[in-house]
């Protein structure tokens, strides 16, 4: 057993990382048996059950709120509202999203809540509660935002060089225009708190968050209490995919507003439609771009104007945005380059974090850009693609060096060779030939993806770990289950550090009194950053273990915690990791933010119904870059899971407001799972080929390894070329095609009827 | 007393709410592995094992995964359920669960324990036999896909939940839920509880119905239940109908095919074994099989939706309503039954308790769904088409059409259009014309009133087009 601190990404030869393990709790899972935040409410005695009174426009002002009549609702407890509030009426962190609201913000907007004794009595007491409204004038899309100079916060602007002379220079320029929509998380357990206070004051909410510690702060400040006074746990969540970075915060707040008031536990667990009409979703974006290529199709130069559509409050709309602006490179040198960034406000939900968080959007600009300007080029897009890679001694627009972009390229090769992308495109060729109503298409599209936050103070985690005296393990970490497999990669960290069989390490649930200041579970990084902790907590024990382990050389680890305890040696510790080498600057936009890049590269293949737009994914081949895998079951689970979410966003899930000028303006119109369609198993690629890239040993990292959560999200931009490459084999040669996005059946067909139109 | 039967043991429905729901009663019980996604059949969180009849109408049992979500906990009075948790425990997993948790078929695991239920039914399947080498739905373990077509996973991409199910063998000769569909499921027990009742027979149903109109009807409550979860409408007094022997006839005859209204979609697809090819394909993408297990023809005609598939399948087929109250039946043209959006010339003291589809059936029959999703989605547009093409004439052309109006229609414009001409690309493009102005659809979440308008012309190309001369 080798008892020495080692470089934090060295693995030793008999490492419990890089083995394929299932969840840690799929047996739990796939029982019934794991518990989720709801599933405690039945276990806890004498619980009151919160219901909304949600707005019915998308903006007004707050004449009257008369909950009288509510209490005349058997079963209702209390209603809460502004005037309840000890301390602070806010749930956000940038002090915009008032609790309890005086206006309406967005339809749905949750004006008070009503405890009741069942869920049925609450949602009967709020049918009651009487509120009058004064509307007034709602935004509903960027367009109409951007029309009403309507924006929020930081308007940031990432330039390099000189992009007018970039575009002066080019052989051709194009123009266009890119806009699409959003996302909703759909993550299949909807928010959930449930809060108890205790015989001295002290709050306990259990919540479905991923981000306990900013739930801990939200609770405090809207309680008027220290942080200490609260605790948060957070034992696993039904998914997350950012959903529940910010939006849990205002529910949690609202459980414990009432737990202290009451004195009883107060469950807050929002039904589907509450959940998707009150909690933000992924960015929907316009860009406008201006893009100049030499003659041999490299970028000379990119001029962007990026609009997000933020929703009614800041919330994370200025990261997500600036991590946008970081992307819109993608895997490309663009030497001459002005982006500008900002935020509309809108009357609709606050829209926030979602995996990829700004990269996606970015890097669907600039795909868009290579997909409608190749035709013209008169160059294959891939060809196009790989020909703007960024090359060694190349910085991004912000100014990081791009680390190993070789590795793009063998991502790249790989791919191609493993799909034999090559010969399939000329069989697809000869197939479209002889197909009037069906044209198959297919695309190969890379991803380049910084890791770490882009604020650089987020870049720390802690962990704690516990050694028993017979030699048990402990740990706990600052990160978050949501199901992405952290809990399963930490235990094999802390047996992999110990050097003790995984069978002794377990983990307990993520709670603010056992690590404190935590980051949120976001950015793909938890993995780097709590796996740091944990190992360099574990190293902490074993530094002390050292001297013992000279007396016992022969020693089981049992005997030698035994005797290490027996000498008072701390067999415990809290391990702390932080991110080295990080600076950024928000207000330049420049600055090293990124440890590394995710790296990854897919090949799809789709077929389309000429008559009506419907498609299929025949073949997805991916080659992705996870560093040494710290646990490689998750990671092709992450590869495979995240690629269908992205190719759900670009084709399928279609968020639609009610834009007209209607009494329900700014009514979601999808606010169902039959109305929102996620991708299910008919999604589900016919073949789908996932490998790692091998060689991807990444220096600085927990054992090797890379983040892994959002970058092969934007794998499935692959679909989306595919299904361009499919319209325009309806068309002559050399026709731009453009799609919408999302590229629904409907979409398709527009964009395959506009090719057969071509001239 | 009121029970049912969970993983084996008796749990008492006495003075449970009525609009509770069989989900929502399991929770109660601390079972709390089946999941709330959606509360209206969508996602399949929530699916349970009940043992039910077996589909072919053979005295089997077999078990059958529903959303639990849905049904009324009283509508399972004298039934038996299983739930994941019931199937098997963390140190002795059942071999579907083994399957999915070493496979990593669970990442989130929230929806894991409903996918275990609905892909525990298809393990279970007494006809799933290993043939060939499967197909992109098919496992060469016999394991259907469509199976599992009702159950979302947001997390896993789902390539290692087909592996799962792919990787089954079959069931071992003491597994004791293969061995309970050797004998009988449990019969229909007449039920009335507050707020709930389900009569014993057709005529005590049809003297309720006449005593109290406002009632509502039950059949595999798969509307009803969205209403009671989402929109909160609650009833006096619901009825159920869905286990009533007189409503769950079949027969075929030399002139008729006769289904009983509360046969489920299931079932009648099962019993069909063919028949109708046109309500077979019709079936197959009628949302997912944890509602085609629940739902009925009853049903879907008798909320009158116009989105429900299948009217325009069966109004190709020239089928009729057989309606009874107490004063004795009528049959009602399928063209005729409805008047209106969600309303239909049923009487509120009216059952439906047949469809007849005449025989012998058109020899050109085709069902086309226009969705954003191949499974488990509502049609933005569905057409359901009927020709007798003889020496290259059109002889007879019913086209039933749903999604493009407030009700159910038949394409009488474009029947007209095709009729007694000869079966060419002429031909199908001027009725294609036609046919795409039929109805006058509109614009919403679904689809553009112009691409609904687009797509109707276009199915009758495509049609033509897969069935060229």
Request: aromatic residues 6%.
């Amino acid at each position: 057993m080798t008892i020495t601190a080692s470089p934090l990404s060295r693995r030793p030869d008999d490492a419990v990382v890089g083995t394929p393990l299932p969840h840690e709790s799929a047996a739990l899972h796939v029982t019934g048996r794991a518990l989720y935040t709801d599933d405690l409410v039945g276990r806890t005695s004498g619980v009151l059950h919160a219901h909304p009174v949600q707005a019915p426009h998308a903006h007004a002002t707050i004449t009257s709120v008369d909950v009288a009549a509510a209490h005349d609702v058997p079963g209702v407890v209390r209603v809460l509202t502004a005037a309840d509030v000890p301390g602070i009426n806010d749930a956000g962190v940038k002090h915009d999203e008032p609790l309890f609201p005086s206006e309406v913000m967005y339809h749905g907007h949750a004006i008070c809540w009503v405890l009741g004794e069942s869920l049925e009595a609450a949602r009967l007491g709020a049918a009651a509660v009487e509120v009058t409204y004064a509307p007034l004038p709602a935004l509903l899309t960027v367009e109409e935002a951007i029309a009403a100079q309507s924006f929020q916060g930081a308007r940031p602007t990432l330039a390099r060089g000189d992009s007018p002379a970039g575009l002066a220079h080019a052989a051709r320029v194009f123009e266009g225009v890119t806009s699409f929509a959003g996302q909703e998380h759909f993550y299949l357990e909807t928010h959930c708190s449930l809060a108890l206070v205790d015989e001295n004051g002290q709050v306990f909410v259990q919540s479905s968050t991923q981000h306990p510690s900013e739930t801990q702060e939200i609770v405090a400040h809207v309680l008027g209490v220290p942080n200490h006074a609260v605790t948060v746990q957070c034992l696993r969540m039904g998914g997350g995919f950012g959903g529940k970075e910010m939006q849990p915060h205002g529910l949690a707040a609202v459980a414990a507003l009432g737990a202290t008031l009451t004195g009883r536990p107060v469950r807050v667990r929002l039904t589907r439609a509450q959940d998707i009409t009150m909690t933000g979703k992924r960015h929907g974006f316009h860009a406008t771009w201006t893009a100049g290529f030499d003659a041999d199709g490299r970028f000379t130069a990119l001029e962007a104007t990026l609009t997000s559509d933020g929703g009614w409050s800041l919330d994370l709309s200025e990261p997500v945005l600036s991590r946008a602006l970081c992307h819109i490179d993608n895997a490309y040198w663009i030497p001459d380059i002005t982006v500008h960034g900002r935020i509309a406000r809108t009357h609709k939900t606050s829209q926030t974090a979602f995996r990829g968080f700004g990269g996606p959007q970015g890097m669907l600009v600039i795909e868009d850009v290579i997909g409608r300007c190749a035709p013209a080029l008169g160059i294959d897009p891939a060809e196009l693609r790989r020909r703007n890679f960024y090359a060694d001694g190349q910085a991004t627009p912000y100014g990081q060096p791009v680390r190993h972009p070789g590795r793009m390229v063998a991502a790249w090769e790989q791919v191609i060779a493993s799909s034999s992308m090559e010969a399939r495109r000329a069989e697809i060729d000869d197939w479209n030939a002889t197909q009037p109503h069906r044209k198959r298409g297919i695309a190969i599209t890379p991803v380049k993806f910084g890791i770490s936050f882009n604020l650089t103070a987020f870049n720390q985690g802690g962990a704690l770990v516990h050694v028993y005296k017979d030699g048990s393990v402990l740990i706990s970490h600052g990160g978050t289950e949501m199901g992405q497999g952290l809990h399963t990669k930490m235990l094999q960290v802390a047996a992999t550090a110990l050097g003790v069989p995984l069978e002794r390490v377990r983990l307990a649930p993520t709670r603010t009194d056992k690590v404190p200041n935590t980051s949120a579970t976001a950015a793909s990084a938890s993995a780097d950053l709590n796996g740091g902790a944990v190992k360099n907590a574990c190293e902490q024990i074993l530094a002390r273990l050292t001297p013992i382990r000279e007396l016992v050389p022969d020693a089981s680890w049992e005997e030698l915690v035994a005797a290490a305890y027996r000498g008072r040696v701390q067999l415990w510790a809290a391990g702390f990791y932080r991110t080295e080498g990080l600076n950024w600057d928000a207000a330049t936009m420049t600055g090293h933010p990124f440890k590394y890049f995710a790296y990854g590269a897919a090949v799809t293949e789709v077929e389309v119904d000429g008559f009506t737009g419907a498609y299929t994914t025949r073949r997805v081949d991916i080659v992705h870059d996870v560093g040494d895998s710290l646990s490689p079951l998750v990671d092709v689970g992450q590869i495979e899971g995240g690629f269908v979410q992205g190719a759900g966003w670009l084709t399928l899930e279609d968020l639609r407001w009610d834009e007209s000028d209607g009494p329900s303006r700014g009514r979601l119109a999808t606010q169902a799972a039959s109305t929102y369609k996620l991708p299910s198993l008919s999604e589900l690629p016919e073949q789908f080929n996932v490998a790692l890239l091998a060689g991807a040993h990444e220096d600085g990292v927990v054992y090797g390894s890379k983040a892994v959560g959002e970058p092969p999200l934007m794998l499935a931009l692959s679909v989306r070329e595919a299904l361009r490459d499919a319209c325009a084999a309806f068309g002559p040669a050399g026709h731009s095609v453009e799609l919408a996005s999302p590229a629904t059946p409907e979409a398709v067909y527009w964009a395959l009827t506009a090719a057969r139109g071509a001239s | 007393m009121a029970d049912i039967v969970v993983n084996g043991q008796p749990r008492d429905l006495t003075g449970v709410p009525p609009h509770t729901n069989v989900l929502d009663f399991l929770r109660g019980c601390g079972l709390t592995g089946a999941k709330e996604g959606c509360a209206e059949g969508e996602c399949g969180a929530c699916a349970v094992l009940v043992v039910r009849p077996a589909a072919d109408g053979s005295p089997a049992a077999e078990w059958t995964a529903i959303n639990s979500c849905l049904a009324p906990a009283a509508a399972l009075d004298g039934q038996e359920v299983v739930t994941a948790e019931g199937l098997g425990r963390p140190d002795a997993l059942h071999p579907v669960q083994r399957e999915l948790a070493t496979r990593g078929g669970s990442q989130c695991g929230y929806c894991t324990p409903g996918f275990v239920c609905s892909m525990g039914a298809e393990y279970y399947r007494a006809d799933r036999v290993p043939a060939g080498d499967g197909d992109r739905y098919h496992g060469a373990n016999g394991f259907d896909l469509h199976a599992i077509g009702g159950n979302l996973c947001r997390c896993t991409g789902y390539r290692p939940i087909k592996d799962a199910a792919f990787a089954l063998g079959l069931p071992a000769p003491d597994d004791v839920m293969a061995q309970r569909r050797g004998t009988a499921a449990p019969v229909a027990v007449a039920t009335d509880l507050r707020g709930f009742v389900r009569p014993a027979g057709l005529t005590e149903a049809l003297h309720l119905l006449r005593e109290r109109p406002e009632v509502v009807v039950v059949a595999g409550s798969t509307d009803w239940g969205v209403d009671v979860n989402l929109r909160g409408r609650r009833a006096e007094l619901v009825v159920a109908v869905d286990r009533l022997p007189e409503l769950r006839g079949f027969s075929v005859t030399d002139t008729e095919v006769r289904v009983g209204a509360a046969l489920t979609l299931t079932e009648l697809d099962r019993r069909l074994a063919g028949r109708l090819p046109l309500v077979s394909e019709m079936i197959a993408q009628f949302a997912s099989r944890l509602i085609r297990n629940c739902a009925t023809l009853g049903g879907n005609l008798g909320t009158g939706s116009p989105i429900g598939d299948a009217a325009p399948a069966l109004l190709a087929l020239d089928a009729s309503v057989v309606l009874a109250s107490a004063d004795g039946t009528r049959t009602v043209p399928l063209s005729e039954f409805f008047t209106g959006y969600r309303t239909s010339q049923r009487r509120p003291d009216e059952l439906i308790t047949d469809v007849v589809v005449p025989r012998p059936v058109s020899g050109l029959t085709a069902f086309h769904k226009v969705a954003k999703r191949a499974f488990d989605d509502i049609s933005s547009v569905a057409a359901g088409y009927a020709l007798d093409v003889v020496d290259g004439v059109v002889r007879r052309a019913r086209i039933g059409l749903g999604g493009v109006a407030a009700t159910p229609i038949r394409a009488l414009a474009t029947e007209a259009a095709l009729e007694g001409r000869p079966w060419t690309a002429e031909t199908v493009d001027a009725a294609a014309a036609t046919l795409a102005a039929e109805g006058t659809p509109i614009s919403d979440q679904r689809a553009s009133a112009a691409y609904r308008s687009a797509m109707l012309g276009q199915s009758l190309r495509k049609l033509f087009a897969e069935v060229a001369p």
